[in-house]
């Protein structure tokens, strides 16, 4: 995907998740995400922070976390989360179209971040969201390519992963087979779609297979 495609999925990204955000009772938005420790209404103010994410914001949130940067942005996204929820449906909506990223991140770190959250927010809510396929090619790549925070190619180590509904294929070893969506979410920690999967790879993995989820 080029930059402007990569920022067209984006927007559509942010715009569908806050189409479900909208949906949600107030006990879904104080419902645990995926993410161990994060509500709802924490993911969903993490991801719309984003476009909003400065230098200052950056230096503030690693002096709160202590220089962690995973504490950083837990403690982040725990204060925005603690708006009321009207605000941060609202922040999305003045915010679409923004193709502002935080410090340090390239352009397919805010694809990566809404793909992956909105699943951390549907999925344990019993909602529905298909992750589109070339988006999320686009993401794994990313993620594949990097190694702080998912260490993707020591997690699932010793397997090859192989998309079914798009060409990408990865690794080495027994096979791991399913949606692109569904291996994105195994290279970012995240066990809830391992039903998605196949193949005798599947074996080496599953839950406490690696470490908790990242943001």
């Known amino acids: 995907m080029d930059r402007d495609a990569i920022w067209d999925a984006v927007h559509r990204e942010r715009s569908a998740l806050a189409d479900l955000l909208e949906t949600l009772g107030p006990e879904e938005w104080d419902h645990p995400s995926l993410c161990p420790g994060w509500a709802v209404r924490d993911v969903a103010a993490h991801v719309i922070a984003s476009p ?5 914001d950056l230096v503030t949130a690693l002096w709160h976390g202590r ?10 996204a725990r204060r925005r989360g603690r708006r009321p929820v009207e605000q941060i449906v609202a922040d999305y909506r003045r915010l679409d179209g923004s193709r502002h990223h935080p410090p340090g991140t390239g352009i397919r770190d805010p694809l990566l971040d809404v793909l992956v959250h909105t699943q951390d927010i549907a999925l344990p809510l019993g909602r529905h969201h298909a992750m589109p396929p070339e988006a999320a090619r686009t993401a794994a790549d990313r993620v594949w390519s990097m190694p702080f925070p998912f260490w993707a190619r020591r997690r699932p180590h010793g397997v090859t992963l192989t998309a079914t509904d798009i060409g990408w294929r990865v690794g080495g070893g027994p096979e791991i087979r399913g949606t692109m969506g569904a291996l994105l979410l195994l290279l970012t920690g995240r066990t809830a ?5 196949e193949g005798p790879g599947l074996g080496l993995v599953g839950p406490g297979a690696g470490a908790a989820p990242r943001s």
């Open 52 to 56: 909003q994410f400065g230098l200052v």
């Open 67 to 76: 220089g962690d940067y995973n504490r950083a942005v837990y403690l982040d």
């Open 193 to 197: 779609a391992l039903d998605r999967l």
